[in-house]
T-cell receptor, first 116, second 113 residues
C-alpha cells in the first residue's frame, strides 16, 4: 500500500552494528505494527503501538526496540544486529475505528535486512 | 491458543486451471478471517475478508473464499488462474479484542503456461 512507506528497502550490515528501520504512514491510523517474515514461518509480530504513548511487545521482541515518534512514524531498531535477524521486515497500520475492531491491517513494501 | 494452518507450502497450477488454497484456524472466539497476497518484492495486499454474514465472500482479482465454521476453514478459490496470480498467499485470523492478526506460514503459488 503506497500509504505506508518503509526505509530503507534493502540493507546489508555487519554483526554488532546498530540498525534502524523506519516506517511512515499517511493513512491517519493510530495503530502501527512491526513484523518479520522468514521463509516457512509466515509473519511474526515484533512490536505494536496503539498510539504514541502505548507500545507493546509482540511474539518475538528480544533483540529489538521501537520508537513511536509521532502518529505517523514508527521505527524499529536492532541495537546490536546478529545474523539470525536476517529477514524481511514489514510495517503495518490499522485504524482505531471499524478497521481495527476486526484488525484489518495495511502493509508497507518491506525492508530486506541482511546481517553478515 | 490461536493458530492458522496452511497445509500446502507450494502449489503449481496451469494457467486457466482452477485454484483452491486451504486455510484452517483454531480460535476460541468468533474469528475474523483474511487472505493476503504477497507478490515478489511487494508488501502484503488484502484480497478479501470475512467478518460476518454470507459465508461466501468475494474479493479482488476474481478471488473468493468460503467460511465453514464446522470445519474451521476459510479456503481461497479462483475459477481460472492467470500467470499474474503467481505469488505467496497468507491466511490470517483476528478477533474482537485481539491486539493482532495471526498469520499462517503461507502458500507459494506457481503458475505454468
Amino acid at each position: 500500500d503506497a500509504d505506508v512507506t518503509q526505509t530503507p528497502r534493502n540493507r546489508i550490515t555487519k554483526t554488532g552494528k546498530r540498525i534502524m528501520l523506519e516506517c511512515s504512514q499517511t493513512k491517519g491510523h493510530d495503530r502501527m505494527y512491526w513484523y518479520r517474515q522468514d521463509p516457512g514461518l509466515g509473519l511474526r509480530l515484533i512490536y505494536y503501538s496503539f498510539d504514541v504513548k502505548d507500545i507493546n511487545k509482540g511474539e518475538i521482541s528480544d533483540g529489538y526496540s521501537v520508537s513511536r515518534q509521532a502518529q505517523a512514524k514508527f521505527s524499529l531498531s536492532l541495537e546490536s544486529a546478529i545474523p539470525n535477524q536476517t529477514a524481511l521486515y514489514f510495517c503495518a497500520t490499522s485504524d482505531v475505528a471499524g478497521g481495527s475492531y476486526y484488525n484489518e491491517q495495511f502493509f508497507g513494501p518491506g525492508t530486506r535486512l541482511t546481517v553478515l | 491458543a490461536q493458530s492458522v494452518t496452511q497445509p500446502d507450502i507450494h502449489i503449481t497450477v496451469s494457467e486457466g486451471a482452477s485454484l483452491e488454497l486451504r486455510c484452517n484456524y483454531s480460535y476460541g472466539a468468533t474469528p475474523y478471517l483474511f487472505w493476503y497476497v504477497q507478490s515478489p518484492g511487494q508488501g502484503l495486499q488484502l484480497l478479501l475478508k470475512y467478518f460476518s454474514g454470507d459465508t461466501l465472500v468475494q474479493g479482488i482479482k476474481g478471488f473468493e473464499a468460503e467460511f465453514k465454521r464446522s470445519q474451521s476453514s476459510f479456503n481461497l478459490r479462483k475459477p481460472s488462474v492467470h500467470w499474474s496470480d503467481a505469488a505467496e498467499y497468507f491466511c490470517a485470523v483476528g478477533a474482537t479484542g485481539a491486539n493482532n492478526l495471526f498469520f499462517g506460514t503461507g502458500t507459494r503459488l506457481t503458475v505454468i503456461p
